[in-house]
């Protein structure tokens, strides 16, 4: 058993800087809490003060606070006296129209007033005698000693009122509420006048309490409860939180008292049974499938190669020059766009060249990655014809290479390829298009892409892609899906139209149409799963869409897939019926019923073409939309095949970063609750008979701005334990939920983040490659006993969240274990019954000492997996460490595959 702070030397490359973690975390926490008024001097103190153990206890008999507290109020109007009552510290909360409140969305802290004073490092005692002095009618508050965790995350226990939630409207109830959970523990009242007391036991906080006129002796402590942290506690003290606009609130603390124990409560350890003799399911590997969509830069700016914008010279102008692109050359040169003479519709870049010197039109800065050479074309006609053009790069104005083209002809727009030589390095550089005159030229469109692209895909991101091996990907969206004309993606991809994009407000190009999204597919082994358009589309179009792919060559559709160049007809099998119909935010949403006939009509027409279509209906997650599920699965669910669910957990990066980690490892218990009783509601809708659920957008949405157009913040360690998670539910419910896409494969959410040169997967990449690399097909038992630990909504779940998987062709089990613990390691037992397992034994980790840490384009490589150990047990048990927000996969062969069956 291993006590806090007692890690020992075993895995000491990894695991001393892992389990070393939790100072260094701990102190990253509480020096929060001096960031908004520059408390510098609180940090270090609470710092030193918690590297001791000496107890203390102060009677507030002084005018002046003892050094040990620090007063934080992070905006005016609280107070905090030592004179009005002597012997007492009061702390005064004025009626405010939103109150000092401390679940405070998009801020670090919140701004609710805290005396805080250093925890120390082992188990302790707080005790405390709180009294209400003042309260009106229509208070809101929660006057409170606490622990704190973080700045933005404390356990609270003392006094509630709040009638403008209805609860409690009367005299104050006594809460114990960890942030994020209301009502956590309630006693009934009086609680004006209390005597309060917490014990901290490793990661157990039992709360306790005597009101004011009974002495120890009389009735002693009453214990109320408990709370099963998931963190270790940084600082102590007391907590004044109003809400709501109510009356002024004072109260009053008598004395408080720290009473540290003499050693660290041994942790408990865990033990993980793997029932091999249990009920056994089939695994999909469909549940590891991705999606991309045509927003902001995960399909353009991502997959795709090009490296230009506004190509094709379309939307608004200034100046006479199209956006993305500037004018530079001689100033005597003249510029419009001409939406009479074009290549592609409905526009081009007109240009009035002088006799003398070159002018043209620039954009950047552009990345180049070095070594590689670069290939384009320009399209483009002049009046009269010779007109000489070079395509040139440049960096603040230093010439870096160029090609010439043409002289460009009269003869109507005609395509004129170039290559740009290789950079020595990867370079920021500006792009241009120069001619010189006299005459006109006009530009129809324009083409870059690294030498290298795979039929138009960057071949970087597409062998990273290809690492994880994707069994699925669905495309084209998403929102987008309900906007989208699939005749757009059709034919010469230079004389595509391009469209705006209304759902994600930005230009779609239309380079990427079914065509190379099915060449992607097979780049990659993936089978593709398109969505068909139920909001603007109709049954006739999505039909079309069908035959397209899978008709035979003498077919109109499939006549118009062989002229592109793929006679052979694809064999598209997974289709799905529109996305989200039931949000306003989706172009051509409906409600359940008229959706439902949408459905049974676009199902109808598209198995008329194709017999052997697999059907998604779109579905909610639950109840909600107005029992959606229910109504839709009742009307079109002996058409579908799988119903379609999408849930996304938002993060905000802006608050306090444990508050969001507690959120981030909850909500994927809440998802696998969701699902099943999601596919159950189905299974009733549909007269008994089992609808499984296509799990088919997933992840966390983070709350930021973006660093760059399309692109989101770096996702870290802690979105990565996120996905284990809900890889591990999906683990378990097997057949139930068997296919699920993560959102997005590149930059959007994504799994990839790539810029115009550089690569970086981020943690929650090589979590789903350690699954699709490691689990088996068919789902086996796992039975958890250990410690619990409380999360936000009132969660009471395991510490360790696990599952197991064998695969019959390789007789491998693997166990894939996430410690949602941000502060403690933990022994690990992993029995194994049903089964002996033989060797070799592996294991393997994904973790870093914060669960913040992420990979970048300076440091790709921050958070990876790293080979584990496990201590050998007999043959039929394993025993690791499993540390701290980490992901621990353990393999091993089954000498016995006998079961109940």
């Known amino acids: 058993?291993?006590?806090?702070?007692?890690?020992?030397?075993?895995?000491?490359?990894?695991?001393?800087?892992?389990?070393?973690?939790?100072?260094?975390?701990?102190?990253?926490?509480?020096?929060?809490?001096?960031?908004?008024?520059?408390?510098?001097?609180?940090?270090?103190?609470?710092?030193?003060?918690?590297?001791?153990?000496?107890?203390?206890?102060?009677?507030?008999?002084?005018?002046?606070?003892?050094?040990?507290?620090?007063?934080?109020?992070?905006?005016?109007?609280?107070?905090?006296?030592?004179?009005?009552?002597?012997?007492?510290?009061?702390?005064?909360?004025?009626?405010?129209?939103?109150?000092?409140?401390?679940?405070?969305?998009?801020?670090?802290?919140?701004?609710?007033?805290?005396?805080?004073?250093?925890?120390?490092?082992v188990d302790f005692d707080f005790e405390a005698h709180l009294r209400l002095v003042g309260y009106g009618p229509t208070s809101n508050f929660h006057t409170a000693m606490m622990l704190g965790f973080s700045p933005g995350y404390v356990l609270a226990w003392g006094p509630f009122r709040a009638p403008s939630l209805g609860r409690p409207a009367g005299d104050p109830e006594l809460w114990c509420e960890p942030t994020g959970t209301g009502g956590f523990l309630t006693v009934a009242p009086p609680a004006d006048d209390l005597f309060l007391r917490i014990e901290r036991r490793g990661e157990t906080c039992s709360v306790f309490y005597r009101r004011a006129g009974t002495s120890p002796g009389e009735t002693g402590w009453t214990r109320a409860g408990e709370y099963h942290a998931f963190a270790e506690p940084t600082f102590v003290g007391f907590l004044g939180k109003t809400f709501g606009g109510g009356e002024t609130v004072v109260f009053e603390v008598d004395y408080a008292a720290l009473t540290p124990t003499d050693q660290a409560m041994p942790l408990q350890p865990a033990t993980l049974t793997v029932a091999f003799d249990g009920r056994r399911w089939p695994l999909d590997e469909r549940r590891f499938a991705h999606f991309i969509e045509h927003m902001h830069r995960c399909i353009q700016g991502g997959l795709w190669a090009e490296k230009l914008h506004n190509r094709k010279f379309t939307g608004a102008s200034s100046g006479g020059v199209v956006e993305g692109w500037r004018a530079i050359g001689d100033k005597h040169a003249r510029f419009s766009v001409d939406n009479a003479n074009w290549y592609v519709p409905c526009q081009s870049q007109h240009l009035v060249l002088p006799a003398e010197g070159w002018a043209g039109i620039a954009q950047g800065p552009l990345g180049m990655r070095g070594v590689v050479p670069h290939d384009g074309y320009l399209i483009a006609t002049a009046r009269p014809g010779g007109v000489p053009v070079r395509i040139s790069l440049s960096t603040e104005g230093t010439p870096l290479g160029e090609a010439t083209v043409g002289p460009v002809g009269k003869g109507g727009f005609a395509r004129y390829r170039f290559r740009l030589p290789a950079l020595p390095r990867t370079t920021q550089v500006e792009i241009s298009i120069t001619a010189r005159g006299p005459g006109q030229l006009w530009l129809g469109a324009v083409s870059l892409m690294p030498a290298d692209n795979v039929y138009g895909w960057r071949r970087e991101v597409i062998e990273t892609v290809r690492s994880v091996r994707p069994p699925m990907i669905r495309w084209p969206g998403g929102n987008f899906a309900s906007q989208y004309d699939w005749r757009d993606g059709l034919g010469d991809r230079d004389r595509r139209p391009p469209r705006w994009n209304r759902a994600w407000n930005h230009w779609e190009w239309n380079d990427v149409g079914t065509d190379e999204f099915l060449q992607l597919c097979e780049l990659l082994g993936a089978e593709p799963y398109i969505c068909a358009n139920a909001g603007e589309g109709s049954a006739r179009e999505a039909a079309e869409w069908v035959e397209y792919c899978n008709g035979p060559a003498d077919s109109p559709m499939g006549r118009l897939r062989a002229a592109g160049?793929?006679?052979?007809?694809?064999?598209?099998?997974?289709?799905?019926?529109?996305?989200?119909?039931?949000?306003?935010?989706?172009?051509?949403?409906?409600?359940?019923?008229?959706?439902?006939?949408k459905a049974l009509e676009m199902a109808r027409a598209m198995r008329a073409v194709d017999g052997a279509l697999t059907l998604v209906l779109v579905g909610v997650e639950g109840s909600g939309w107005g029992e959606w599920n229910r109504k839709v699965t009742a009307l079109a669910g002996r058409v579908s095949d799988y119903l379609s669910v999408h849930h996304y957990?938002?993060?905000?990066?802006?608050?306090?970063?444990?508050?969001?980690?507690?959120?981030?490892?909850?909500?994927?218990?809440?998802?696998?609750?969701?699902?099943q009783e999601t596919w159950e509601i189905a299974r009733r809708a549909n007269g008994g008979l089992p609808i499984p659920l296509c799990f088919d957008e997933w992840n966390i949405a983070r709350q930021e701005r973006d660093d760059l157009p399309g692109h989101k913040g770096f996702y870290s360690l802690r979105e990565g334990l996120f996905a284990a998670e809900i890889f591990n539910a999906l683990n378990r419910l097997g057949p139930r939920a068997p296919v699920a896409c993560v959102t997005q494969t590149v930059n959007v959410l994504g799994l990839i983040r790539a810029n115009d040169t550089a690569v970086a997967p981020s943690p929650s990449y090589w979590v789903l490659k350690l699954f699709r690399d490691e689990a088996g097909r068919v789902g086996v038992p796992v039975e958890y006993a250990g410690p619990t630990v409380d999360l936000p909504g009132g969660l009471r779940t395991g510490v360790l969240d696990a599952s197991a998987t064998y695969d019959p062709d390789t007789g491998k089990l693997a166990v894939f274990i996430v410690n949602r613990s941000a502060a403690c390691a933990r022994e690990v037992t992993v029995r194994f019954?049903?089964?002996?397992?033989?060797?070799?034994?592996?294991?393997?980790?994904?973790?870093?000492?914060?669960?913040?840490?992420?990979?970048?384009?300076?440091?790709?490589?921050?958070?990876?997996?790293?080979?584990?150990?496990?201590?050998?047990?007999g043959d039929s048990q394993v025993n690791t460490l499993v540390p701290p927000h980490s992901l621990v996969v353990i393999r091993a062969p089954a000498r016995q595959t006998n079961h109940p069956g």
Request: proline fraction near 9%; glycine fraction near 10%.
């Open 1 to 121: 058993m291993q006590r806090r702070g007692e890690w020992g030397s075993r895995e000491e490359r990894i695991t001393r800087p892992l389990l070393c973690a939790t100072a260094k975390q701990e102190t990253g926490r509480v020096s929060r809490i001096g960031t908004q008024k520059g408390s510098c001097v609180m940090c270090w103190a609470i710092l030193i003060l918690s590297l001791t153990g000496a107890g203390w206890r102060d009677d507030f008999s002084s005018p002046h606070l003892n050094p040990r507290w620090q007063w934080r109020c992070p905006v005016p109007g609280p107070t905090l006296s030592l004179t009005a009552r002597p012997g007492w510290v009061r702390v005064t909360l004025p009626q405010r129209p939103e109150g000092y409140n401390h679940w405070l969305p998009g801020a670090r802290t919140g701004d609710a007033p805290m005396l805080v004073a250093a925890a120390p490092a």
């Open 833 to 873: 019954s049903g089964t002996t397992i033989g060797s070799p034994r592996t294991a393997c980790i994904l973790a870093a000492p914060s669960f913040l840490a992420a990979n970048d384009y300076t440091n790709p490589a921050a958070v990876t997996p790293r080979k584990w150990t496990t201590r050998p047990a």
């Open 649 to 675: 957990t938002g993060l905000d990066v802006n608050a306090d970063a444990l508050a969001e980690y507690s959120r981030a490892i909850a909500a994927p218990v809440n998802v696998e609750r969701t699902l």
């Open 565 to 597: 160049g793929h006679p052979e007809p694809y064999g598209v099998r997974f289709w799905g019926l529109g996305n989200e119909m039931y949000g306003s935010w989706q172009h051509g949403y409906l409600d359940a019923t008229r959706y439902g006939i």
